[in-house]
């Protein structure tokens, strides 16, 4: 049963381009992935996130160790546009920790999840440089 608080009602969609996949001569492969926004219809998207439009061009990170790295400006975009400061944002597949990265540079709590112990450590690692406490107050 869906109660009249499911994340339902509210549906928008974006693309992020290129995936730098290769083309052949036979065909075109995809290079755009969709990103679904599903939400509560009492959810407004923020301000900050006006004039995004529908194809974002965000290219992939490099120097990470994992075979396919978030990128961080994607995950930024995502979590400033979607959330409000102080809000959590939980991360299923938590991989190198890039959400984690764009949640603490921008004031929002995070949950991670990573079955790999390879990828934890990774995640750790990346971030440390943003879990110091840089003021008292």
Request: hydrophobic share 35%; charged share 20%.
């Given at each position: 049963?869906?109660?009249?608080?499911s994340?339902?009602?509210?549906?928008?969609?974006?693309s992020?381009?290129?995936?730098?996949?290769?083309?052949?001569?036979?065909?075109?492969?995809?290079?755009?992935?969709?990103?679904?926004?599903?939400?509560?219809?009492?959810?407004?998207?923020?301000?900050?996130?006006l004039?995004?439009?529908?194809?974002?061009?965000?290219?992939?990170?490099?120097?990470?160790?994992?075979?396919?790295?978030?990128?961080?400006k994607?995950?930024?975009?995502i979590?400033?546009?979607?959330?409000?400061?102080?809000?959590?944002?939980?991360?299923?597949?938590?991989?190198?920790?890039?959400?984690?990265?764009?949640?603490?540079?921008h004031?929002?709590?995070?949950?991670?999840?990573?079955?790999?112990?390879?990828?934890?450590e990774?995640?750790?690692q990346r971030?440390?440089?943003?879990?110091?406490?840089t003021?008292?107050?």
């Amino acid at each position: 049963m869906v109660s009249s608080t499911s994340f339902i009602p509210f549906l928008n969609s974006a693309s992020a381009f290129p995936k730098d996949l290769p083309i052949s001569g036979s065909f075109f492969a995809p290079n755009t992935e969709r990103i679904y926004i599903i939400a509560k219809p009492e959810w407004k998207p923020n301000k900050e996130c006006l004039g995004f439009g529908e194809v974002w061009k965000i290219t992939p990170d490099k120097g990470i160790n994992h075979p396919a790295p978030f990128p961080l400006k994607l995950a930024k975009k995502i979590i400033v546009s979607s959330t409000n400061e102080g809000a959590i944002v939980y991360d299923p597949f938590m991989g190198s920790g890039t959400t984690a990265i764009a949640c603490l540079q921008h004031k929002r709590n995070y949950i991670g999840s990573e079955l790999s112990n390879e990828y934890v450590e990774l995640s750790k690692q990346r971030l440390k440089p943003y879990e110091m406490q840089t003021s008292l107050f």
